[in-house]
């Protein structure tokens, strides 16, 4: 049946919307975390203004790529849905969407600055600062607000696969952080790397921050990304 | 028998206080919510100086709303119980309140700021700066000093119901945030969103603030309150 | 016998000790709380160096209060022994002091500014602003460093007992804070709420501090403190 | 046999990783701590991206000092390996090694600032301010570019092992802290002491830095090191 979607990505992004408080980023329901199954066309998210605590696999919604409708699931899904929807369509190599007001992150938003790119813990994760999208026109939020609200990160990024993959998240202007990658899993711990960085960025900054030399951002980069990576322990916990 | 409130009631206020801490929101016993049952003319509060590990619903108090006696309960009332009281009786559709001493909310009060909107986290609970009182004179100081503490937000307020309902809190000056809410879990709910905005704000602000556009605000508040609201699963945890 | 101090003191030595980690005051073992037995001379203090987690009442150490030689106990008393016996005998109201490094108050202390009093929290619990030391001089460093350490506290009061009750803290200079009480658990209360309102100084500082009017201080004050204070419920936890 | 080495030194290089998350320095799998037996010839260090929820004593990697080369495990070793086989050649007396991406020493590595000594807190364990590297030249980033994250650290203190018994710890520029101990846990140690300065002189800048005397300075540092230290219990937890 194409509604379907397997018990592993429900799993899968249960476990990552779980993650969302337990690593700081929440504040009370705030944060939603999606997985996509890109063959039977479907995702699954949290539900709207569901407390963490209170969570189960069934509370999960799945959602329709092609028109946003509810597939399965007896609640309505996050109020964030079609801005998840929106980042799918766009980019086809990411299979996880997670949108957080992660306090440090929303700061940068709320200032509308990108989050620089200052060391290798940026480096690490984000092949470039972490951009800022421009503010909603009035049109965009009259209308299909939710859906604009993906569209302008489509816009920010020319619709470029490749670069969605290089700098795996953008900050929305005056709203927040909003991460993929490809799975549920990798975009939550782009959401939490986000934080981390702007965490980091907002006190450099009022250090007086220094700008780092390229060739140390692409060695930081590569060797945990592309052919040549060498991090890591494939298939360990 | 007039006096007497539900267990229900006790239960929700009872919760809404053990929140504080957990919320992060209390040094020590700083910190009271109070809930109110307006068929009965009275409300329930917190017992003054009592730890939250050592709360239990038997220790709350029910006090009058006409004039602020003890109705049940063996401990005194918090003693912001009276600005509790001025709040239930100036603003008829609020039937919780919530003060805490949450330490950016109460930076911005301290500095005599009102914590200003600078995006989406805030617009979505606040429809405008959470604003800060006058400081009271020495003649509000002198006598009836609590309950005064609620008349200057009555006051900054113009006594407007329909304001109280659309910014649920305020600042008192040098002292610290007061919301509230259609029940005491809603206000504590708004005291946890005041002091997440008001952190936002604080880094925002030493990173250059931006003003938002209205139109985003204005999406933002109407998603989720009044007519056409469509956040969150009624009935659902 | 002389030097045997009550069970009941042990505990509450012990308590106020394992609270300091708890309340967030704590980085590795730093960090020390004493409790005064003044009818049999002597009092109770943590031992230097032993970690929180390994803590028993067994480990607490008794010490003379007219030399400063160990009563009781098996090992080396805090480092800061010393800095604890001059302020019991300079200030007789005390009952109990703390010392920690707790992150906010050390900031003022290695800048040199006293905590200022911005709003009601300080001015509930310090009737002024917590005052700074001055740098110990060569002298003062060479030679029982740390009985000195506390004699700069007790200079900075100019021995006044009233003032002691009154404020009942100060920072030393480049070090941190040490805060006291009438017991081991106010004298631990007093540290954390020493930190809490170092930390809203601080960001207020950053807002633009703006002095709070004095009759509203007072107030405060005297509702928590004197013959007139009706703050709390004597008896309950 | 050579690459072997006791359960004890797995068992604290094992506790030591442990205590990173739990001291609030790791944010996911980042940090990592390995100690050395030199009589063997290897140290024992993280495997690469295991989390540290997952992390048993059997998944650490034995790497040969003389080479890098794995002696024992069946894991990847961390990363940053060749980072900590660089200090142990250099500096004989060291026994163990961390690093971390912490908050606060990251954002003074990222604006190559180093770490001031403004207070006893950091007198008591770093004999001078923490210092930063040099950023890596872009020869040293394209070959042996780990080892020679090390070397930079080796050569800012011109390969003296008693300057890095004294300040046991410097900043990478744009990267972030190392540390060093006579074993793990001394090493972890001084990652928390670091961090938690780091966050200090931040809010003491903030606030406006004062320098503090050297005789106080070398009056604590004296007190906890060296043929006169007085702090702590000898074989107390």
Redesign the interface.
């Known amino acids: 049946m194409a509604g379907t979607v397997s018990n592993e990505l429900r799993r899968d992004v249960l476990e990552a919307n779980l993650r969302i408080p337990r690593a700081g980023l929440a504040?009370?329901t705030?944060g939603n975390v999606s997985g996509v199954d890109r063959e039977a066309g479907v995702f699954v998210i949290k539900?709207?203004?569901?407390?963490y605590?209170?969570l189960g696999a069934d509370?999960l919604v799945v959602v329709s790529l092609a028109d946003g409708s509810v597939v399965e699931g007896r609640?309505?899904p996050s109020?964030d849905t079609e801005t998840h929807r929106s980042l799918y369509l766009a980019f086809p190599s990411i299979g996880g969407v997670t949108h957080t007001?992660s306090?440090?992150a929303?700061?940068?938003?709320?200032?509308?600055?990108p989050i620089p790119v200052?060391?290798?813990?940026h480096a690490d994760t984000f092949n470039g600062p972490v951009p800022v999208t421009a503010?909603?026109t009035?049109e965009q939020?009259?209308k299909h607000?939710e859906y604009n609200t993906g569209q302008v990160i489509v816009d920010l990024l020319e619709g470029d696969d490749t670069r969605a993959g290089e700098v795996p998240g953008a900050l929305v202007?005056?709203?927040?952080p909003f991460t993929w990658g490809t799975d549920a899993t990798k975009s939550l711990?782009h959401a939490?790397?986000c934080e981390?960085v702007a965490?980091?960025?907002?006190?450099?900054?009022?250090?007086?921050?220094?700008e780092?030399?390229q060739?140390?951002l692409?060695?930081h980069f590569t060797?945990k990304h592309g052919p040549d990576a060498?991090?890591?322990?494939p298939g360990?916990?």
Chains 1, 2, 3, 4 share one sequence.
């Open positions: 504040t009370l705030w539900p709207s203004g569901v407390s605590d209170a509370d609640l309505r109020t007001h306090t440090h929303v700061a940068f938003a709320q200032a509308r600055r200052l060391g290798t813990t503010a909603l009035p939020c009259a607000y202007a005056h709203h927040g711990e939490i790397i981390a965490e980091m960025a907002l006190h450099t900054i009022a250090l007086g921050a220094v780092p030399p060739h140390l692409d060695r060797r060498y991090y890591g322990n360990a916990a």
